[in-house]
């Protein structure tokens, strides 16, 4: 599911960013995630399928949340009081729920400019590697520990996809692409998104792995 371009780096096709609305809204859904969300992981696991039951595609939009706290005066769950504790209990409860792989890791939350930078890079080049390449690093994070607030870390998660080590390290630290995570979050953040995940259906809002049973409602037409 590669994106056109006219010439190659590395065996991926360089191409122009996409924009923000670029897409048919009528036929894909907007997924907006943080690295670090469990409740971005676990919806990761089910949004393609989802989409692709109605015939769409979701179009995957990694953000920072420390980004957006700065901008709604909150905070990370984990880091409230009782609040906390039972999120770390939900998310226990909802890996096993859903049989998808999760335990807190001992590092948590952390900043994720590095995979959210990687992703677009790759995006830009390869959707469907991107797509891999957010999967993998969200299980490498949620059930294996990894810490990937590390460039060295994600470096390697994208190697073992097959993309130039070399090229790749050099491309987490390219101005550009910074300004591409800076842009996105703006974006992001002027469209309304708050929180991981938070989805958009047709223009619709709608946040958290909560409510992905109203997206399925509103995609089988009940709009209200």
């Known amino acids: 599911m590669g994106k056109g371009g006219q010439n190659t780096i590395g065996g991926l096709a360089r191409v122009t960013p996409a924009g923000v609305h670029s897409h048919d809204e009528r036929t894909t859904i907007d997924f907006y995630f943080d690295f670090s969300s469990p409740y971005g992981y676990f919806a990761s696991t089910r949004i393609d399928d989802l989409a692709a039951d109605f015939g769409r595609s979701a179009?995957?939009?990694?953000?920072?949340?420390?980004?957006?706290?700065?901008?709604?005066?909150?905070?990370?769950?984990?880091?409230v009081p009782i609040k906390g504790d039972y999120s770390k209990h939900d998310w226990e409860r909802m890996g096993r729920m859903m049989t998808v792989p999760y335990r807190l890791p001992s590092k948590f939350p952390i900043a994720t400019q590095a995979a959210a930078r990687a992703f677009y890079w790759l995006n830009d080049r390869d959707s469907g590697l991107a797509r891999l390449f957010a999967k993998s690093a969200f299980h490498a994070y949620f059930a294996e520990n990894v810490d990937i607030s590390l460039p060295a870390a994600v470096v390697d998660i994208?190697?073992?996809?097959?993309?130039?080590?070399?090229?790749?390290?050099?491309?987490?630290?390219?101005?550009?692409?910074?300004?591409?995570?800076?842009?996105?979050?703006?974006?992001?953040?002027?469209?309304?998104?708050?929180?991981?995940?938070?989805?958009?259906?047709?223009?619709?809002?709608?946040?958290?792995?909560?409510?992905?049973?109203?997206v399925k409602k509103w995609m089988q037409g009940e709009n209200w």
Do not use: Y
């Not at 179009?59 to 880091?79: H, N, Q, S």
């Open 59 to 79: 179009v995957w939009k990694p953000i920072l949340l420390g980004v957006v706290f700065k901008e709604t005066d909150m905070r990370p769950l984990a880091d």
């Open 158 to 214: 994208a190697a073992a996809l097959h993309v130039d080590r070399d090229e790749f390290s050099r491309a987490l630290q390219n101005s550009a692409i910074k300004d591409r995570l800076r842009t996105e979050n703006t974006n992001a953040i002027a469209r309304g998104v708050f929180g991981s995940p938070f989805f958009f259906v047709d223009g619709e809002p709608f946040w958290g792995s909560d409510r992905m049973w109203m």
